[in-house]
């Protein structure tokens, strides 16, 4: 069954630590893959986006992520966390407009 | 730029009376997509549109939920009877083309059923 998972209901890390949230995706053809972030009280806005080509994409606010067919994964990482990065993060394969169920950030002083 | 507007911010109402929800989507997005949103979990997409014309409503409870996009611009969706479960955020979202481009949300509306 097509699906896309995050393994990580909720994750602390403390400020100016590294951060990497999972993503991993089951499905048949190539999957166009996104992450988003929604603060609280907010809307969802797009972090990055892989359709095809390279598969270490940059998106805003220093995040990154990586593509790896292999391992199914389309984890999102950032080297440094800043308090304001607290907020839920959701992945989101657009072959069919599927959302993980999204990982709660925490961020420690 | 104008994003997504959806209105109202807010809405309680009780079990089996109706509601509708408006958005409006950012000029010249062709795919309006409905989403409902339940405490703690991701995303579910309801329905849809390309234009006026329905893509997927697959997940759409048809026997209370019915949506519609008047000229390919404004969209309603309706619940009519509401139940307890429905209490959720309804988002809306629209892009320019379908799926494979970006779709920006709105704000969104908490509905609470009680």
């Known amino acids: 069954a097509q699906s896309v998972t995050q393994p990580d209901i909720h994750i602390t890390v403390s400020e100016g630590a590294s951060l990497e949230l999972r993503c991993n995706y089951s499905y048949g053809a190539t999957p166009y893959l996104f992450w988003y972030v929604q603060s609280p009280g907010q809307g969802l806005q797009l972090l990055l986006k892989?359709?095809?080509?390279?598969?270490l994409v940059q998106g805003i606010k220093g995040f990154e992520a990586e593509f790896k067919r292999s391992q199914s994964s389309f984890n999102l990482r950032k080297p440094s966390v800043h308090w304001s990065d607290a907020a839920e993060y959701f992945c989101a394969v657009y072959n069919d407009m599927r959302f993980g169920a999204g990982t709660r950030l925490t961020v420690k002083p | 730029e104008a994003g997504v507007a959806q209105s109202p911010r807010y809405k309680i109402i009780e079990k089996r009376q109706s509601v509708a929800f408006w958005c409006n989507p950012i000029?010249?997005?062709?795919?309006l997509y409905w989403y409902q949103q339940i405490l703690g979990q991701g995303p579910k997409l309801l329905i849809q549109?390309?234009?006026?014309?329905?893509?997927?409503d697959s997940q759409l409870p048809k026997d209370r939920f019915s949506a519609e996009r008047l000229k390919g611009v404004d969209s309603t969706l309706k619940i009519q009877p509401a139940k307890l479960e429905d209490s959720a955020v309804y988002l809306c979202?629209?892009?320019?083309?379908?799926?494979?481009?970006?779709?920006?949300f709105g704000q969104g509306t908490r509905l609470t059923v009680v």
């Open positions: 549109f390309q234009n006026n014309g329905v893509v997927d």
């Open positions: 892989y359709f095809s080509g390279d598969t």
């Open positions: 979202a629209s892009s320019l083309g379908w799926r494979v481009t970006e779709a920006f």
């Open positions: 000029s010249g997005h062709a795919t």
